[in-house]
DNA sequence: GGAAGCATGTAAAATGTTACATGATTTT
DNA sequence: AAAATCATGTAACATTTTACATGCTTCC
């Protein structure tokens, strides 16, 4: 009457942001979090809940693998994670795959282990997410375009409705210029690396 | 053992969204779903589980009723609700208040009925979001500067801690800009409104 | 003396997603 | 003949949030 379609060991964001920290240093679970929840703040978030059953998940699949057990006699004892081949070839595996279009978050957390993989791999994942971002700016300027009153009034639906978009329009091209820049780096990296 | 300090009648995001709506023209269920939606697509999502029952809680407590039902003989019958005046104000009210540092999403919900409210209120709003987006760029700034390495290899760590923070950047200074762009509009508004 | 920090974890509740159900009509 | 659209709704499942539990130490 209703079948489960979702796999076995299904990988969420919360596990691979864990593991795209663990590709930089070992960590206890408490650091882990301190790290995302402080890490510049307001970006992602995550709890205990999701924490320790995730870092257990992890454990399971191989990704991750217990280091060390610290303990400092006047505080709690900490479990020092570190991440394992495997685990560094899944999170570059995840980083190289294209966020759905609009989820910033994702393409984000990605981007944070982007140092992983290999430049021209990067780049053709930039160019793809620019494209995305070049085609809803588009799609919100027909939008503006298609309004025929250009100036309404503070208390007309209509200006909500245009403000809202113009919000839209000014995050895309953000995004856009963002991208320019990141792919400029890249392909000069590359020139320089084919040169020597 | 546990307590709930939900309050009873708490109201959400979707059902503030579904009232923001309805202050613009009574809609059946279905067509806000649409809206919501296809209107210009990535941003907001709805489901019929968080959709039907959200329409029944905010008949319950007062904020929208049934119009009438249509029924076009080869289609099923279409149930179209109209905003009350209690839900206009509830509405009125939502949109006034500040919303959590970094809830990009919320903000821009309230922002689609900021129409609805004086616009002396809006600026006063608006001046608190600007504020919040000024002083996390301010920390963004701060992280960046304390980086030793100014300009890391692409394969470097810090490389991608750079450029996520300058995404966050970009970001923010966009969403200045068009604050700014709001407040010049709303404040030359007032203005002509006293002239005359 | 109470609050906050350290550190791991679990339980309960709220919210969100995916699938199912119905049934006529229109499109492919 | 199958798939999609219209339109309302419910059931099952997954995820996220909030609270609780422990216990020791340091700060106010």
Not at 75 to 93: E, Q, V
């Amino acid at each position: 009457m209703y079948v489960n379609l979702r796999e076995e060991n299904f990988m969420n964001n919360i596990q691979y942001t864990l593991l795209g920290l663990l590709a930089r240093e070992p960590l206890s679970g408490y650091e882990m979090k301190q790290q995302i929840n402080n890490r510049i703040a307001h970006f992602y978030k995550i709890n205990n809940n999701q924490l320790y059953p995730s870092l257990s998940k992890l454990e399971d699949a191989g990704f991750i693998e217990l280091q060390a057990i610290e303990q400092d006699s006047y505080r709690p004892p900490r479990k020092i994670y570190r991440i394992t081949t495997s685990g560094i070839d899944a999170l570059k595996a995840w980083v190289l795959e294209l966020p759905e279009i609009g989820d910033h978050d994702t393409f984000l957390l990605k981007q944070y282990s982007a140092w992983l993989v290999r430049p021209d791999a990067l780049i053709g994942l930039l160019e793809k997410n620019k494209e995305q971002h070049e085609r809803t700016l588009e799609d919100y300027k027909e939008k503006i375009s298609s309004f025929q009153e250009k100036d309404p009034d503070v208390s007309d639906p209509l200006f909500s409705t245009i403000s809202v978009i113009e919000m839209g329009i000014a995050i895309e091209e953000a995004s856009i210029i963002w991208c320019n820049r990141m792919l400029d780096v890249l392909r000069r990296t590359l020139a320089n690396r084919k040169e020597t």
